[in-house]
């Protein structure tokens, strides 16, 4: 059975992906509309993100400098390989045993857990929803909200089986359990790892932003703090940057502003009582750079909110794992095939899509999703037949015989839907009766 089979056959997970993602769109559409002229922020918005990558190399130099003035240590990964290898002769350097990790999306596209797990190091994920993901050894279904698809029921069979003891399905006694746990690791872990929302190349800074104080801790009690920073992942300065967290948090889980917008410009300084005593950050490529200058460069434009994982209508019924890929969604779709080429089913990806166009409606840096899904799928769609569609529909007498031929296939509906590709076509699908006008 598909991962998508097993998806739309599971009820439970279906209601809670459908419940959360409903409250998150109703959530978003409220923080909105308390900005002035939320559309002409989306405009400056996307206006930025397009300027940035425009210049990124050039942006991402001087940010890098100032970084390294500040005393943080830079890393360039080509690829996950590289980037895995520079967290673990870090890790390896500083003798590390524990290891404990804030949020991060660019952390699970190099498959990281699994390569410190090897290295003989302990990995904890302190996000909240990372942690039920972790303890139920599976990946994130959605980018801001990892545990989406899991039910308070669920969560407390997890932690039962982690402490030992019964801890009830009662969401405040859940979360006094999970910081008791997380308390531990926190105090003993030898690093912390983050991932980065926003590096400023004015002053060479890098921004976290989060909801539960864990990335602050991953950050600042370790003896060595790692951020693994999306090559894409930068502005320019203090301004964009409020441009930037003023679409974020509301397109992401419908706040104003985070609950904590941490800014770090390099390790503790003499005289401070916390921070650690190094900062690293590794700018992960990882075939982002392959994008630059092409057709789907204004894919590298998102900040990562998740809002058009909740719009699509495609997500709400399969949710994330039926994707499976780290990115799901209509984001998920587009990167995944681009940062994979040689994948043949990320290139499937791009089809899992009504192409309606509600993802690029609400995307807060307007990134056109449905066009670029279109093109991917015009990638691996069989030359010949679009050659012949794209003739017949450039003059109006081709038009006009397509649709002829259409409105009597329709009339031939029973025999057609029984013939080959027709057959799983026609499956979810009605045939429309054509009007004659």
Known sequence: ?????IAVASEPVRAAVRHATELLVANRGTAMDGLTD?????DEAAFLRRRTLDDLAGVLAGWERNATTNGMQVHRARDAASAVRLVLDIAHDHHARLVVKGKSMASEEIHLNEALDAGGIEVVETDLGEFIIQLAHETPSHIIVPAIHKSRFDVADLFSADSGDAIAPVVAVQAAYARQRLRAAFLAADIGITGVNFAVADTGSICLVENEGNGRMCSSLPRVHIAIMGMERIVRDWAELDVMLSVLARSATGQALSVYTNIISGPRRPGEIDGPEAVHVIVLDNGRSNLLGTDYQEALACIRCGACLNACPVYRHIGGHAYGSVYSGPI??????????????AAQLAHASTLCGACTDVCPVRIPLHDLLLRLRQRTAPGRAWRLWSRLWSSPSGYRISVRAARVMGRAGRVVNRVGWARAWTRDRALPRMDRR
Do not use: N, Y
């Open 38 to 42: 939320h559309d002409a922020v989306r």
């Open 332 to 345: 998920g779709a587009v990167l995944t095939p681009l940062l994979h080429p040689d994948d043949h089913d």
């Open 1 to 5: 059975m598909s991962k998508v089979a």
